[in-house]
């Protein structure tokens, strides 16, 4: 399948660009309020360079003026030793004539006229530090009175930042695309084209929403953070100008649509990054109520666990899982913790400021159950991949359920193959390279063939993905190397699944080819050909289907998955591969160090 774009829309595809420039208002655009910016943050510098110098002046006036004080003292003293001095030559003159007081009464007009000097003096150095002290408190209103501008500029950046993007998103645009789909042997002439209609309508979707975002002015940024809201695209009307078989198996649309995305208010400032009060009127606090009431101060507590799913209940309110951040007021609050087959933990604690609040989970002593789910904790609140729990016993695996298999140990399994999120939390703490990068190539099924792609690595696998998508382009050393860091953060022993085990918590307990039953079904999984959003285009998000009764998602499709085995044995079918390759018995055979699009990993953790 590929998209292709008409004359006339490639022609078109310039308003992209020139739209949201024209409709822009020069007093109030983002590179107007910038310049206001770079102005007030030079200004700013240079005053702050003033502050500085100031700051030195009005030191080195203290220094001086303490200088003189010491030395008034001192002064003082001397003056005082010599009145002393004066006085006892004036007695010693009323009974004796003859005493000279001529050097002592010089001694004391000295000293005392260096003293009020030194008082003159003094009395200048207050004066000039006071005006040291008025000029540097002028200066710093000034830079409080910058600083507060600029504070008011960030916030009109913040929404002519805004403003731009919503027009950016308003416009609608025409899009032609082709699509090719490969209709179910069973379906109906009538049925092959409509499916083929609405998947092709769905490529217009996805091309229309690719190049709204590429034509917005910070569409790096908004691609980042596309996956946190909607653009919600609308088909405004659309015709098919061609719908046919092309080669007896193949049914091919040509479609032209006219779209545009209705995003919600608040939108903009979440593709943005940005508070959502930006996208409302000024005053606007999302969330919050006034009142006339007494002014209570609020704070807040940050609750974490070492448990994943865990429950949290402060003063008997439910709070959900942590970790999470809760607003109270201040005071003491009742908090309790739990979880199913752990020991609670209850406390009462007083809040006075914010805080963080962190509770141990003790598992209780009781019998391991089938399809508990949990998770280890990584650390900085992080958990490992969520996994459900296996127990020892008797499972049928293989072609047709055929073949009794006695499991003799229990074992934890991730309910998600690994995702992209995941495997980068690895890769940041730890600068794992994978055998891709090394290589610079990821295999990939181009026209049926199996083909080394350059440049291409988990991160750019040949489609886009998300956080929540499986990783591929990672070759079985790669993912025990995950596994073994999974084991060193938190203690437990992690490593790949054995064929059987994964087969066993695929089937879930079925014996059948699927764990819904014999035959396929369209819209349970994302394999080839299997009218999924994302069949033979790409990987879906880990979740996007059902999971099943064990509580395993994507144990049809989506990604192969590696096992442990010394053969090279993937399991479960992919988004490229026919349904019939998804079955539960079925096996992918690769070399450990290769690395393909179409193929994952999830791990598996050993419980005592």
Request: net charge neutral; with cysteine.
């Amino acid at each position: 399948m590929r998209t292709r774009f008409s004359t006339l829309f490639l022609a078109l595809v310039p308003c992209f660009y020139t739209g949201s420039a024209l409709a822009e208002n020069p007093t109030n655009s983002v590179t107007a309020i910038e310049d206001q910016l770079f102005s007030k943050h030079s200004e700013l510098k240079q005053l702050q360079q003033t502050q500085k110098e100031q700051q030195a002046i009005v030191v080195q006036r203290q220094i001086e003026l303490q200088q003189m004080t010491k030395q008034g003292k001192e002064l003082e003293e001397k003056f005082r030793a010599s009145k002393s001095a004066l006085d006892s030559s004036y007695q010693r003159m009323i009974d004796d004539p003859s005493v000279d007081i001529a050097t002592v009464q010089a001694a004391y007009q000295q000293a005392w006229k260096t003293l009020k000097q030194n008082q003159t003096d003094q009395l200048s150095a207050n004066q000039t530090l006071a005006e040291a002290e008025q000029q540097l408190l002028t200066t710093q209103s000034q830079i409080q009175s910058i600083e507060q501008n600029i504070a008011q500029f960030n916030d009109s950046k913040a929404r002519a930042r805004v403003d731009r993007l919503k027009r950016e998103l308003e416009a609608e645009h025409p899009v032609s695309v082709s699509f090719t789909n490969r209709c179910q042997s069973n379906m109906t002439l009538a049925q092959c084209d409509i499916q083929t209609r609405e998947l092709a309508l769905q490529k217009a979707v996805k091309t229309f929403q690719s190049l709204l975002v590429d034509q917005t002015t910070e569409a790096e940024l908004v691609k980042k953070n596309l996956n946190q809201t909607s653009l919600n695209i609308h088909v405004l009307r659309h015709k098919a100008n061609k719908s046919e078989f092309y080669d007896g198996e193949r049914y091919r649309a040509l479609i032209d649509a006219t779209l545009e995305a209705r995003p919600s208010e608040s939108a903009a400032c979440t593709l943005l990054g940005l508070d959502k009060k930006y996208c409302f009127e000024p005053g606007y606090i999302s969330g919050q109520q006034y009142n006339d009431e007494q002014e209570i101060a609020w704070v807040t507590l940050s609750v974490r666990s070492n448990q994943f799913d865990d429950q949290v209940f402060v003063d008997g309110v439910s709070y959900g899982s942590t970790p999470v951040e809760i607003m109270l007021p201040i005071g003491q609050h009742h908090i309790v913790i739990k979880k199913e087959g752990f020991k609670s933990v209850e406390q009462y604690i007083a809040v006075n400021a914010d805080r963080n609040f962190r509770a141990n989970l003790k598992q209780k002593a009781n019998t391991l159950k089938a399809g508990e789910k949990f998770a280890d904790f990584l650390g900085k609140g992080a958990q490992a991949p969520q996994l459900v729990t296996v127990l020892p016993g008797e499972y049928m695996v293989g072609e047709h359920a055929a073949n009794q298999f006695f499991l003799d140990h229990a074992f934890g399994i991730g309910t998600t193959p690994v995702t992209i999120g995941e495997f980068d939390s690895f890769v940041r703490q730890t600068d794992y390279q994978t055998d891709a990068e090394l290589k610079n190539t990821c295999t990939a099924l181009e026209n049926g063939e199996v083909t080394a792609v350059e440049k291409r690595y988990w991160r750019n696998p040949g489609f886009k993905q998300g956080a929540n998508s499986p990783v591929v382009c990672v070759s079985r050393n790669d993912a025990e190397a995950y596994a073994k860091w999974l084991s060193q953060r938190t203690g437990f022993q992690y490593r790949l699944p054995t064929e059987d085990e994964w087969e066993i918590a695929a089937r879930a307990g079925s014996q059948a080819n699927y764990w819904w039953g014999q035959q396929f079904t369209a819209g349970e999984a994302n394999t080839g050909w299997s009218s999924s959003p994302w069949a033979n285009t790409s990987t879906a998000p880990v979740n996007a289907f059902k999971a099943n009764p064990m509580g395993i998602y994507d144990a049809v499709g989506n990604v192969w998955q590696w096992t442990n085995s010394s053969q090279g044995i993937a399991k479960g079918g992919a988004w490229n591969f026919s349904p019939e390759k998804a079955v539960a018995h079925e096996r992918l055979y690769l070399s450990p160090s290769s690395a393909s699009n179409y193929v994952g990993f999830r791990v598996v953790r050993k419980i005592n």
